[in-house]
């Protein structure tokens, strides 16, 4: 049986392929039951590195947080895994695409506030995302437009104990993970990671969305751990103050405090959320979430933003405005997985930011999240209503 004829979970039809995640590739689908269209990643059980179950069990710890995808089913069946997740919208690298491949300052600052809470909230369910880059974030369909999503936890990491919040201890040795062009110093000089690694790659992520390019993009060597280190060089030879120039001196604080952060320390994100909307507000702004790519006129969009999604100012501006809040620590129980074992061979495959980028995802009218669901990738269960959770 081919995967396209394949009825996954015994109500998810699969449509055509629409992307390539790091790990697997990415389906249009259909619950036939409640008609809901959704994305389903799939890896093959025989791939060299297998990973999309441990993904989902991450996924799965993490529902209920803003800007986290909802999952509604994970497991195995004939010769494939899957992971199924409602639809999404098009990724930051894509809208940055759309934009001449800068965004201005209001943009910027405002998904600033948004990625520091997503990433507070992944940390504080004691993971490191440690893939930080533009591919990995995408905005929501419809109603969920101004919200952007964090996506792609293949690489992800317990950093401490869910229970007594032991951190991990600091290793050294380790090879680069995640995308080159975003990665730490410390990543590249190879400590093992803890949040303020991802903290720093967001950095250099907000200061490439707003100059357009970093100075150690276009690296060229013989061989990629060759050009991994003529990237270090470059990253530590670049002064922070060189970095940051033509941008508000907010981007300079924000580098100057995650690069000096300890290893196992818990970084201020009140702070750092704080440095920018004071800057948001000097500059007399709106937080409207009306993005660059909002302005951009329907018929020079994708084709994938169909009038299923009016991405208009008036509907924005006619939404319930909110802005992020502080995570309310009562409401987010601790992880039901605190026994599993973190994965590590997967430690030795970087992923170069050379790679063909994530295809974005068809945005869809986003459905009613459904409780998810997670089967035993040790078991073979029947399809439909005889799928099983952990």
Same mark, same amino acid.
């Given at each position: 049986?081919?995967?396209?004829?394949?009825?996954?979970?015994?109500?998810?039809?699969?449509?055509?392929?629409?992307?390539?995640?790091?790990?697997?590739?990415?389906?249009?689908?259909?619950?036939?039951?409640?008609?809901?269209?959704?994305?389903?990643?799939?890896?093959?059980?025989?791939?060299?590195?297998?990973?999309?179950?441990?993904?989902?069990?991450?996924?799965?710890?993490?529902?209920?947080?803003?800007?986290?995808? !909802?999952?509604?089913?994970?497991?195995?069946?004939?010769?494939?895994?899957?992971?199924?997740?409602?639809?999404?919208?098009?990724?930051?690298?894509?809208?940055?695409?759309?934009?001449?491949?800068?965004?201005?300052?209001?943009?910027?600052?405002?998904?600033?506030?948004?990625?520091?809470?997503?990433?507070?909230?992944?940390?504080?369910?004691?993971?490191?995302?440690?893939?930080?880059?533009?591919?990995?974030?995408?905005?929501g369909c419809?109603?969920?437009?101004?919200?952007?999503?964090?996506?792609?936890? @293949?690489?992800?990491?317990?950093?401490?104990?869910?229970?007594?919040?032991?951190?991990?201890?600091?290793?050294?040795?380790?090879?680069?993970?995640?995308?080159?062009?975003?990665?730490?110093?410390?990543?590249?000089?190879?400590?093992?990671?803890?949040?303020?690694? &991802?903290?720093?790659?967001?950095?250099?992520?907000?200061?490439?969305?707003?100059? @357009?390019?970093?100075?150690?993009?276009?690296?060229?060597?013989?061989?990629?751990?060759?050009?991994?280190?003529?990237?270090?060089?470059?990253?530590?030879?670049?002064?922070? &103050?060189?970095?940051?120039?033509?941008?508000?001196?907010?981007?300079?604080?924000?580098?100057?405090?995650?690069?000096?952060?300890?290893? &196992?320390?818990?970084?201020?994100?009140?702070?750092?959320?704080?440095?920018?909307?004071?800057?948001?507000?000097?500059?007399?702004?709106?937080?409207?979430?009306?993005?660059?790519?909002?302005?951009?006129?329907?018929?020079?969009?994708?084709?994938?933003?169909? !009038?299923?999604i009016p991405?208009?100012?008036?509907?924005?501006?006619?939404?319930?405005?909110?802005?992020?809040?502080?995570?309310?620590?009562?409401?987010?129980?601790?992880? #039901?997985?605190? #026994?599993? #074992?973190?994965?590590?061979?997967?430690? #030795?495959?970087?992923?170069?930011?050379?790679?063909?980028? &994530?295809?974005?995802?068809? +945005?869809?009218?986003?459905?009613?999240?459904?409780? +998810?669901?997670?089967?035993?990738?040790?078991q073979q269960?029947?399809?439909?209503?005889?799928?099983?959770?952990?």
């Open positions: 049986m081919s995967i396209i004829e394949l009825r996954v979970c015994g109500r998810y039809k699969l449509g055509p392929k629409i992307g390539v995640g790091s790990f697997g590739q990415i389906y249009l689908a259909k619950n036939v039951q409640s008609n809901q269209d959704v994305a389903i990643k799939i890896e093959e059980v025989k791939s060299k590195h297998p990973q999309l179950l441990y993904e989902g069990k991450i996924l799965q710890n993490l529902q209920g947080g803003v800007g986290i995808p !909802s999952m509604l089913w994970c497991g195995q069946e004939n010769d494939f895994n899957f992971l199924v997740m409602d639809l999404l919208g098009q990724n930051l690298e894509e809208l940055l695409v759309l934009c001449k491949r800068a965004f201005t300052l209001k943009t910027v600052l405002m998904l600033a506030d948004q990625l520091i809470s997503n990433l507070e909230y992944i940390h504080f369910k004691n993971y490191v995302h440690r893939d930080i880059k533009p591919e990995n974030f995408l905005m419809a109603k969920k437009s101004h919200i952007v999503y964090t996506i792609d936890f @293949g690489l992800s990491k317990r950093y401490r104990d869910a229970r007594t919040h032991e951190h991990i201890p600091l290793k050294e040795g380790k090879p680069l993970i995640g995308t080159a062009r975003y990665a730490s110093i410390n990543t590249h000089k190879g400590f093992e990671q803890s949040r303020r690694d &991802d903290l720093e790659a967001l950095g250099y992520m907000l200061i490439y969305f707003l100059k @357009g390019t970093l100075p150690w993009q276009g690296i060229r060597a013989n061989r990629k751990e060759e050009k991994y280190q003529k990237i270090m060089e470059k990253k530590i030879q670049t002064p922070i &103050d060189q970095l940051c120039k033509g941008v508000p001196n907010e981007f300079q604080q924000f580098m100057n405090y995650v690069r000096n952060l300890r290893y &196992d320390e818990k970084p201020d994100y009140s702070f750092l959320k704080k440095i920018f909307k004071e800057r948001f507000v000097k500059e007399g702004y709106e937080y409207d979430y009306v993005y660059d790519w909002i302005l951009i006129p329907m018929s020079t969009r994708s084709p994938f933003y169909s !009038s299923k991405l208009t100012i008036e509907l924005l501006q006619n939404e319930e405005k909110f802005l992020i809040k502080e995570y309310d620590k009562d409401r987010f129980g601790e992880s #039901n997985f605190s #026994n599993w #074992n973190m994965v590590e061979e997967l430690d #030795n495959n970087p992923v170069d930011e050379d790679q063909q980028p &994530d295809q974005n995802i068809k +945005p869809v009218e986003q459905q009613k999240p459904k409780k +998810p669901e997670v089967q035993q990738p040790a269960q029947k399809k439909d209503k005889d799928c099983a959770i952990f």
